[in-house]
C-alpha cells in the first residue's frame, strides 16, 4: 500500500462518519431505530439494502468460489433465471410482509401463529445468526491483514499487540458506533452513502483491470482447468466436488424457499415506505447488481489470469511464496485472490478497492449487528418479560443487546478455527433457522390454514437436522453430505412436515385480510394510488408484476427488466442444447464470457448515474418524512391478541381472527381491489 493508497482507503470512512452524524436526532420512536419510521423508498432500498447484503465477507466466499470453479460454475446459475423474475416482480413474500407492517419477521410470527413461538423462533433465530456472524470480523480482519500487507505483531515499546485481534476490534468498534447512533435510520443513511461510493470505486477498480490485462491474457489463465474441472465449459466439471450442480440446484432451490427468511437485513425489510415501494425496490435491485457483478467477476479473472498465465509467472511466484507461510488451508483459499490483487492493482486503485472491502464490510456488519441485537430483544426478551417499555428504555435496551452481539462475534472470531469454505459454513449454519422457516414464512403469509402446530413440528424438525449436521461435520471428518446438501435435505423435511401437520390440526381457517391490511382493515398511510381504472391481465401481474398501482415508469422498469432477464434464459437454453450435439471448446466458451462482460461494461456506468440521483431522491424525501410525520409510540412490537399494538381498538372490528369479517364499506372495498 502506497501513500496515495492510504490516503484514499482513510478518506472513505471518514467521508462516510461525517455525512452520517446527522441521523441521531431523528430518532425519537423505537419504529424509527428499528424500521426508519417506515419511510424508504424504492432507489434506497435498492442501494442501501444491496450495499449490506454484500459484505467482504460475502466479496472473499465468491473469490473462493470464483477461483475453485470459474465462470463454469456460474453458467449453471441461469436454469433459475425465469424463477428469479418472477419472484422479483411480484415481491413474493416481501410485498405480503410489509403489508402486515410488523418491525420484525417473529413479530409477525406472533401475529400469525402464537406467542410462545414467537420467543422460539425469535431464539433460533439469534442462535443462528449469531453463530453465522461469528466468522464475520475474522474474514474481514484477515482480508486486510493480507490486502494490505500488514505485520503480524505491532511493537508498542516493550509491548507486542497482535494486529489480528487488533484489526477486528478496530472494525467491529466502528460499525458498532455507527449503529448505536442512530439505528436502521443510521444503517440505511450510512449505506446509501457507501453504495453511492462504491459504485464510483467500481468503475474504477474495472477500469484499472481491463487497462492491465487484455481478453487473451484472461483466456489464457482460464484455460488452465484439468479436465472434470474447467473453469470455463460448464459441461466438463463432473469432477467439481464442492461448487457443482448439485450445489446450485439446492441454492436456487433455497433461494426460492427461504426468500426473505435470513434476517440479517431485517430492518430493510419493514422499512419500505409502503408494499408498492418494496415491491419496486426489489425490481430495481436487478440493476444495481451489475455494476458490482462486472467488477467482481473482473477481479476474479485478473487474479487467476496472474496466478495461472505464464506470462506473469515472476509476481505468480512471489504470491505463491506467500500464500506458503500459511499454514491454515482454508485461510489460504480465502486469501488467495485478495493477496493476488494487492500485487496486480496499481497504486491508488489498491487504496480504492481497499476502501470499497471497507466500505462493505462496515455496512454489512451494522446490518447484522442490528438485526440479531433488535430480535433478541423484540422477539426474545420483551415478549418474555410481558410488559412494554417506555420507548427510550426500549431503544436503550436495543443498544445494550446490538454490543452484546459485537461481543460475541468478537470472541468467537478470536477462539473458533474454520475448517471449510465461507459458502459450505453459511449453508450449514443457516440450516438451524432456514430449513423450516421457509415454509413457516411462506406458509403464514399465503395459506390461510396453515396452522401453530405445523409450524412447530417443521422449525423443531429444522433445528435438529441443522445442529446435527454441524456437529457431524466436526465429528466425522469424511461425512459424506457437505453444508449445502444438509440444508437441501433439511429443507426439503420441514415443508412436508409443516403441510401434513398443517392439514391435520386445520380447523378453522385465518383471517388473511385483517393480518394484511386489506379490505376493511386498510390503513391510510400505506395507500398508493390507482393509475388505472381498466384491469391488468393474469400475465402481467406473473411476468411483469404489473397491478393498478404501476406508473408508465414502474412499468417500464419491469418491462427493461423481464426483457433483459428472457435474453438470458434463452441464451442458456439454446446453447445448452447446442451443447449436447455439438460441444464448444473452451475458447467459444470464453468468447461468450467476453459477451457478457462487454455489455455489463456499456451499461454500469448507465445504472450508476442513475441510482445515484433516485437515492439522492429518495433520502431527502426519507428525512422529510421524519421531519414532518407523528411518531406512533404504540408502534413498538408489542402484539395483542394476534394484533399489532398500535391497531387495537383502531381499524376493523374486534372478532376472533378465525371469523369471518364484516362486509366492507365501498371505500374500504375499492382500495382492497387496489392490493395485490
Known sequence: MSPLDWIIFLATPALVWLISLQSRRFITGVADFLASRRAAGRYLLAVAGGTASMGAITAVALFQAFYRAGTAFQWWQNIFLPVWLILSVTAFVSYRYRETRVLTMSQLFEVRYSHRFRIFMGATMVLSGVVNYGIFPAVGAHFFLYYCHLPRVLELGSVAVPVFPLLMAVFLSFALYMVLLGGQLQAMLTDCVEGLISGVLFLVVAGAILAKFSFHQMFVGMDTGRPGQSLLNPFDMGRQHSFNLIYVLIGGASAIYTTMSWQGNQGFNAAPANAHEAKMGGILGNWRGLARGLVFTLLGLAAITLLRNPAFHGQASVVKGQLQRIADPALRSQETIPLALSYLLPSGVRGCFGAMMFLMMVSCDMSYLHSWGSIFIQDVVLPIRGRPLAPHQQINWLRWSITGVAAFAFLFSLLFAQTQYILMFFAVTGTIFLGG???????????KRGTTAGAWTAQILSLVLGVGGIVLEEIWPHFPLNGQEIFGLTMLACASSYGLVSLATCRVPFNMDRMLHRNQYARSEDAVASRTRSSIGGWK?????FDESFTRGDKAISWSLFLWTTFWFASFVLISLWNLFQ?????????????????????????????TWGALRDLRRMLLIFRHRAVDVRDNGQVID???????????????????PSPPTPAAAAEGARSR
Do not use: D
Request: glycine share 10%; aromatic share 12%.
Open 437 to 447: 422457516s421457509g415454509a413457516v414464512i411462506i406458509g403464514g403469509l399465503y395459506w
Open 583 to 611: 460441444p464448444w471448446n473452451n475458447r467459444l466458451w470464453w468468447q461468450w464470457v467476453v459477451l457478457q462482460l462487454v455489455l455489463s461494461i456499456i451499461l454500469s456506468p448507465v445504472t450508476t448515474i442513475w441510482f
Open 642 to 660: 394476534h394484533r399489532n399494538a398500535n391497531e387495537v381498538g383502531c381499524i376493523g372490528e374486534p372478532e376472533a381472527m378465525g371469523a369471518a
Open 541 to 545: 401481474r406473473l411476468l411483469l408484476g
